[in-house]
């Protein structure tokens, strides 16, 4: 279980370190290697370890392809989803084109969402965090029926 948010850089060549507490994790469930795609709503990376992507994709292949919305996601996730493998120091390399998508630069937030992680900018991640606050905090509108019966 992935939780937590993580201040990591990317090195001049486009390295992150993983953080210990993860690594062990992502070499026992998936021998270090992980997938990294976009996400389709927010401007992020979604990166998860393989055995977790693979039942994802195969979701995924299963969509109607006459479908346009369908197509649509298949050729995103799908097309931008690239395998990376953790070198013997825990470091994953990202690839450019997703580094350039997501705004990845020096700083970055990588936030643990229980089965993948989302990769940030920090600023975006700054910027998304307080709008999130200010919509919760000023939204009249009722919960969803699955979130009433949440108690924290």
């Known amino acids: 279980m992935f939780r937590g948010l993580n201040a990591v850089n990317i090195d001049t060549k486009g390295r992150i370190a993983m953080p210990t507490r993860y690594r062990d994790a992502l070499l026992h469930e998936s021998e270090g290697q992980v997938v990294i795609t976009i996400d389709t709503e927010v401007t992020c990376l979604l990166m998860y370890p393989l055995v977790e992507w693979e039942k994802i994709e195969a979701k995924l292949q299963s969509l109607p392809s006459f479908n346009p919305q369908a197509r649509r996601i298949q050729r995103l996730l799908i097309g931008h989803a690239t395998e990376l493998e953790m070198d013997s120091n825990g470091r994953l390399l990202i690839p450019p084109l997703l580094r350039e998508y997501a705004g990845l630069d020096k700083c970055i937030m ?42 924290l």
Do not use: I, Y
Request: proline letters at 2%; glycine letters at 10%.
């Open 110 to 151: 990588l936030v643990g969402q229980g089965r993948k992680f989302e990769l940030w900018d920090e600023q975006q991640w700054q910027n998304g965090r307080e709008s999130w606050l200010s919509e919760v905090a000023g939204t009249n509108e009722s919960l969803p029926e699955e979130l009433l019966s949440l108690s």
